[in-house]
T-cell receptor, first 114, second 118 residues
Framework: DGGITQSPKYLFRKEGQNVTLSCEQNLNHDAMYWYRQDPGQGLRLIYYSQIVNDFQKGDIAEGYSVSREKKESFPLTVTSAQKNPTAFYLC?????????????FGPGTRLTVT | AQTVTQSQPEMSVQEAETVTLSCTYDTSESDYYLFWYKQPPSRQMILVIRQEAYKQQNATENRFSVNFQKAAKSFSLKISDSQLGDAAMYFCAYRGLNSGGSNYKLTFGKGTLLTVNP
């Protein structure tokens, strides 16, 4: 089955610790994205990557870091510098050319930092 | 910067009835895509329908259709014969095609929570 997997579904961390959220896709998509969802805020873009070994900051990149060493994988690290890390995180992917512009989403990871 | 506005935080509809969700957007671009995504309680984002701005014909997917008014920058979603499984948060999203390196990003509205009453 083709799709996007995010693990784990729920993640708990103590304040001051870095934590890495996993995102893997087998859709052969070039582009991958990380969004943060808070109640009443919709989805906000954290980082995106159009090709391997390249990524750009989105609208709320402060306190986050990413890597794109493989086409299939785009892990997100929430660092201790992120002031309000508790949120629902969604990973997405898409083709980067042609007419297929829609993004496909993973099931999300709920991160709680106490 | 593009913005997407969904002016209805919550809507409700009776089962089998029709409901329309509103979305407006602001852009200076001439070429772009618009999307409606559904997020049920499972929180999985599901694409409902998409519209290319250069197409005048409104997109339709089974019970879901849009009313795309480019000049007014309006993109409403109509759900016909509403079913209990349609209950979800619905997000309108914009993707520009003229913005160079940033033309892959989606800009989302804040969502409309749809309740379907039996």
């Amino acid at each position: 089955d083709g799709g996007i997997t995010q693990s784990p579904k729920y993640l708990f961390r103590k304040e001051g610790q870095n934590v890495t959220l996993s995102c893997e896709q087998n859709l052969n998509h070039d582009a991958m994205y990380w969004y943060r969802q808070d109640p009443g805020q919709g989805l906000r873009l954290i980082y995106y990557s159009q090709i391997v070994n390249d990524f750009q900051k989105g609208d709320i990149a402060e306190g986050y870091s990413v890597s794109r060493e493989k086409k299939e994988s785009f892990p997100l690290t929430v660092t201790s510098a992120q002031k309000n890390p508790t949120a629902f995180y969604l990973c997405a992917s898409s083709y980067s050319s042609g007419s297929f512009y829609e993004q496909y989403f993973g099931p999300g990871t709920r991160l709680t930092v106490t | 910067a593009q913005t997407v506005t969904q002016s209805q935080p919550e809507m409700s509809v009776q089962e089998a009835e029709t409901v329309t969700l509103s979305c407006t957007y602001d852009t200076s671009e001439s070429d772009y895509y618009l999307f409606w995504y559904k997020q049920p309680p499972s929180r999985q984002m599901i694409l409902v329908i998409r519209q290319e701005a250069y197409k005048q014909q409104n997109a339709t997917e089974n019970r879901f259709s849009v009313n795309f008014q480019k000049a007014a920058k309006s993109f409403s979603l109509k759900i016909s014969d509403s079913q209990l499984g349609d209950a979800a948060m619905y997000f309108c999203a914009y993707r520009g095609l003229n913005s160079g390196g940033s033309n892959y990003k989606l800009t989302f509205g804040k969502g409309t929570l749809l309740t379907v009453n039996p």
